[in-house]
C-alpha cells in the first residue's frame, strides 16, 4: 500500500528562510482568486464595468478576514482575555465563515452604493462563487485536521466510499472523526452548482433571488453540520452557528416573498443585467429634461 495514502499531509507547504507558508492559506488564496475572477466574468457579461469586481475584492477581501477574525475572538474572548497581543496571531487559528461572510456583506453594500450600482445585482453575482470557494476551502480544514465531527469508527468511514487518504486524514491521534469538511465541502459545491444553472435560466430568477438562496442553502446545509462539529462557539447552551443559520433561512425566504409580493415596479430579473437600471436612468434624465 503506498505510504502516501496513510501519512497525513503536511500542513507546511513549504518555508523561505524564517516565513512558513501553510497549504490552509494557499487554499484559501487560490478559492478567494478563482471566486474573484469568475464573479469578475459574471459581472463583465451582465454590462459592468471590467474593474467592479476587483476593485471590489481589494476592500472585501481583507476586511473579510478581519470579520472572521473579530467574529471568532468575540465569542471565545475568555481564551484571550488573559492575553489579548494572542488576537493578533492568527496564524494560530481562529477564523470563523459567519464572520466573514458579515463583514463582507457589509462592504459590498457599502462600495456599491458608492459605485451606484444596485448591491442585490453584486449579491447575485458572487453568490454561486462564494459557494464556490468555501467548497475548496474546507479542504484546508482537512490539511489541518481541524473543524472536524464527533468520534466515528473506521468501518464508518469505509462505508462512505472514502478514497483512503481521506479515511487516514481524519485518523487524529489514533482515533478516526466525522469528515464533516467534506460533508460542508459537498453541500456549498452542490449548491454552487444549482444556483449557477438556475440563474442561467433567462426570466427566472429576479435580482436578489440568488442571493437569498445562497442564503437558504448555506443556511440548512451548516445547520445541519454545525450539529456534528466538535469545535462550534457558543452562547450559554446554543451553536452560534445553528441560532445564525436558522435565521439566514428564514431571512431568505421572507426577502424573496417579499421582493415578488410587495416591490412594484417588479424587479428586473438577474439574466436583464444592468439593462433596466440604465434605462431608468435615462427616464429620469428625461424627466429633469421636460421638469425644467
Known amino acids: 500500500m503506498n505510504l502516501l495514502t496513510l501519512t497525513p499531509i503536511d500542513p507546511v507547504a513549504f518555508e523561505l528562510g524564517p516565513i512558513t507558508v501553510a497549504w490552509y492559506g494557499i487554499i484559501i488564496a487560490s478559492a478567494m482568486l478563482i471566486a474573484v475572477l469568475l464573479s469578475s466574468r459574471e459581472a463583465s457579461q451582465l454590462g459592468l464595468d471590467d474593474d467592479f469586481i476587483v476593485d471590489l475584492s481589494f476592500w472585501m477581501l ?3 478576514i478581519l470579520g472572521a477574525r473579530i467574529y471568532y475572538v468575540l465569542f471565545e474572548f475568555s481564551a484571550y482575555a488573559q492575553d489579548p497581543i494572542r488576537i493578533f496571531y492568527i496564524w494560530e487559528g481562529g477564523i470563523a465563515i459567519y464572520g466573514g461572510l458579515i463583514a463582507g456583506g457589509l462592504v459590498l453594500l457599502w462600495y456599491s452604493k458608492k459605485n451606484e450600482t444596485d448591491p442585490w445585482l453584486v449579491l447575485d453575482i458572487i453568490a454561486p462563487y ?3 470557494a468555501q467548497a475548496i476551502g474546507r479542504w484546508g480544514n482537512f490539511v ?3 473543524a472536524h465531527g464527533g468520534e466515528v469508527s473506521r468501518a464508518f468511514l469505509e462505508g462512505l466510499h472514502l478514497p483512503e487518504f481521506i ?3 481524519m485518523n487524529i491521534g489514533g482515533t478516526y472523526y466525522h469528515p464533516t469538511f467534506l460533508y460542508e465541502s459537498l453541500v456549498t459545491f452542490s449548491g454552487f452548482i444549482v444556483l449557477y444553472f438556475l440563474r442561467r435560466r433567462p426570466a427566472f430568477l429576479r435580482r436578489g433571488e440568488t442571493a437569498s438562496l445562497y442564503l437558504i442553502w448555506y ?8 450539529g456534528m462539529r466538535t469545535d462550534s462557539l457558543y452562547i450559554g447552551p446554543l451553536r452560534v452557528s445553528q441560532v445564525l443559520s436558522l435565521v439566514l433561512v428564514i431571512a431568505g425566504v421572507l426577502l424573496i416573498w417579499y421582493r415578488r409580493k410587495y416591490l412594484y415596479p417588479p424587479v428586473p430579473y438577474y439574466s436583464e443585467g444592468v439593462q433596466p437600471d440604465i434605462e431608468l436612468a435615462q427616464a429620469k434624465a428625461e424627466q429633469q429634461k421636460k421638469g425644467r
Open 219 to 226: 443556511g440548512i446545509g451548516r445547520f445541519f453540520i454545525e
Open 167 to 169: 479515511i487516514e486524514g
Open 130 to 132: 462564494v459557494l464556490l
Open 144 to 146: 489541518n485536521q481541524e
Open 62 to 64: 481583507p476586511l473579510s
